[in-house]
Nanobody
Framework: QVQLVQSGGGLVQAGGSLRLSCVAS????????MAWFRQAPGKEREFVAA????????YYIDSVKGRFTISRDNAKNTVYLQMNGLKPEDTAVYYC???????????????WGQGTQVTVSS
């Protein structure tokens, strides 16, 4: 069983930056692929970024490429999402997720964080 606890998020003006963190419990963090998803009001959950467990290969949805960076620190059991150049359309609740395989769909992940609100004002 893995528990994911998120921090970060908040309100920022367009063009600003935020960093989300997600700390995992347990000793097998380095074995998990990690990802970030988001869900805006009235919309379906959307894949944002993922990072593999082994070589740390990263994947991004097109709309955040060049602006967001996913990274992990296995010594701290933590995955990060650095968000730069934020836009109002990035406003959503963001969730971190952990799974045994890197996936671009939510059903590929077994454990989820509690969610954190990111609001970008225009």
């Amino acid at each position: 069983q893995v528990q994911l606890v998120q921090s970060g998020g908040g309100l920022v003006q367009a063009g600003g930056s935020l960093r989300l963190s997600c700390v995992a419990s347990g000793r097998t963090f380095s074995s998990y692929a990690m990802a970030w998803f988001r869900q805006a009001p009235g919309k379906e959950r959307e894949f944002v970024a993922a990072i593999s467990s082994s070589v740390g290969r990263t994947y991004y949805i097109d709309s955040v490429k060049g602006r967001f960076t996913i990274s992990r620190d296995n010594a701290k059991n933590t995955v990060y999402l650095q968000m730069n150049g934020l836009k109002p359309e990035d406003t959503a609740v963001y969730y971190c997720a952990a799974g045994w395989e890197t996936a671009l769909r939510g059903d590929g992940y077994d454990y989820w964080g509690q969610g954190t609100q990111v609001t970008v004002s225009s």
